[in-house]
């Protein structure tokens, strides 16, 4: 069975977004952005992403440079949608799953592959988490507080136990955490 990582942002708060889903607490940090693209390309070989998110995700990486965008862009995408007819052909190698997306997610693991690694936005996040679907966290910490925003792990259940797999600070005050479930 394909993994499948959590790959996200968030606040020292625990936030994947800010107020009004603002995302300009992220802090920028070349080093942790080369050494996760490395290790992402090692592990997964294909994206899922939320229909929300979809049309900021696409406008922004077709549009950025360097080795994560060229990743992001020639990677397979799977789309998480109710509707049939969203456009996808603004962002390459997008793969509509439309339906419900845990079960859409739970075949997508089933198949053949390397992880799959969710980005957002925070409601599919937090629908994959709440389904125990997520098997690995990928968390960069930034340095910020906003003190409210979007959190994915509010409709956990109960409590769950991850095990570290590896930390490591940056010179920006960026952490990134990798968890197992």
Not at 131 to 141: E, F, H, P, R, S
Request: aromatic residues 8%.
């Amino acid at each position: 069975m394909r993994p499948l990582i959590v790959f996200s942002d968030l606040t020292l708060d625990g936030y994947m977004t800010g107020p009004g889903d603002d995302l300009g607490f992220m802090v920028d940090d070349p080093a942790l952005e080369a050494e996760s693209t490395g290790e992402l390309r090692n592990v997964a070989d294909a994206i899922v992403v939320g229909r929300k998110v979809f049309p900021e995700m696409s406008a922004y990486w077709t549009s950025a440079e360097g080795d994560l965008a060229h990743w992001m862009n020639t990677a397979p995408k799977h789309l998480l949608t109710t509707d049939p007819s969203v456009d996808t052909s603004a962002w390459g190698n997008t793969v509509l799953e439309v339906g419900d997306g845990i079960e859409r997610v739970r075949e997508l693991k089933a198949k053949q592959g390397g992880a799959l690694v969710v980005f957002g936005g925070t409601a599919t996040v937090r629908s994959l988490i709440a389904a125990d679907l997520v098997d690995q966290y990928w968390l960069k910490i930034n340095p910020v507080l906003t003190g409210a925003g979007g959190s994915p792990f509010t409709a956990l259940a109960g409590q769950r136990r991850l095990t570290l797999e590896s930390a490591r600070a940056y010179s920006s005050g960026t952490v990134l955490l990798v968890y197992t479930s």
